[in-house]
């Protein structure tokens, strides 16, 4: 078992940035690739970023390429989203999800998940 823990989610103007955190404890979190998805309200959850297992390979979601940049500590078991250039549409609830090794960028594909933490974006 994986546990993740999401941090780091507020409101913010547009424009403005934040870094969300995902704190994971359990099993070793080196052999996991990361995923963040976002859900807003009324919407199916997306596909945002995600990072091989190793850090090596990362893949993002067209809406937030060049904004967002996933990244990963595996000596402090945490992954992290730093989203930059934030706008309305990136409101969301967002999630950060563990899977063996390789990246998918279907929530599916994901065995892992934490709780949430809100990001609002005012215009």
């Known amino acids: 078992q994986v546990q993740l823990v999401e941090s780091g989610g507020g409101l913010v103007q547009a424009g403005g940035s934040l870094r969300l955190s995902c704190a994971a404890s359990g099993r070793t979190f080196s052999n996991y690739a990361m995923g963040w998805f976002r859900q807003a309200p009324g919407k199916e959850r997306e596909f945002v970023a995600a990072?091989?297992?190793?850090?090596?390979?990362?893949v993002y979601a067209d809406s937030v390429k060049g904004r967002f940049t996933i990244s990963r500590d595996n000596a402090k078991n945490t992954a992290y989203l730093q989203m930059n250039s934030l706008t309305p549409e990136d409101t969301a609830v967002y999630y950060c999800?563990?899977?063996?090794?390789?990246?998918?960028?279907?929530?599916?594909?994901?065995?892992?998940w934490g709780q949430g933490t809100q990001v609002t974006v005012s215009s």
């Open positions: 990072m091989a297992w190793r850090g090596g390979s990362t």
């Open positions: 999800a563990a899977r063996s090794y390789y990246i998918q960028k279907t929530a599916n594909a994901y065995d892992y």
